[in-house]
Nanobody
Framework: QVQLVESGGGLVQPGGSLRLSCAASGSIFRFSTMAWYRQAPGKQRELVAHISSGGISTNYADSVKGRFTISRDNVKKTVDLQMNSLKPEDTAVYYC?????????WGQGTQVTVSS
């Protein structure tokens, strides 16, 4: 069974930075692709960033390119999202996502609020 636990959310001023972390349990982490999604109030959940199982390939939503960086540690079984130059429109609940062999798992989400 896979469990994903996010941490690192909070309130930050525009232009500030936050680092989200997702810790995974189970033995399939290093074989899995990982991603961060977010969902703002009244909007659909959207992909923010994606990283391949080996960490070589990454993809980002256009809205966060150049500001966010996804990374993973297959020994610690964690995936992080470094968020810089945050904007009010980045306010959302951020979810960690694991995909492996057609199975999809989600974390419980962590709130990020960008406001002065």
């Amino acid at each position: 069974q896979v469990q994903l636990v996010e941490s690192g959310g909070g309130l930050v001023q525009p232009g500030g930075s936050l680092r989200l972390s997702c810790a995974a349990s189970g033995s399939i982490f290093r074989f899995s692709t990982m991603a961060w999604y977010r969902q703002a109030p009244g909007k659909q959940r959207e992909l923010v960033a994606h990283i391949s199982s080996g960490g070589i390939s990454t993809n980002y939503a256009d809205s966060v390119k150049g500001r966010f960086t996804i990374s993973r540690d297959n020994v610690k079984k964690t995936v992080d999202l470094q968020m810089n130059s945050l904007k009010p429109e980045d306010t959302a609940v951020y979810y960690c996502n694991l995909e492996w062999a057609g199975h999809i798992y989600w974390g419980q989400g962590t709130q990020v609020t960008v406001s002065s």
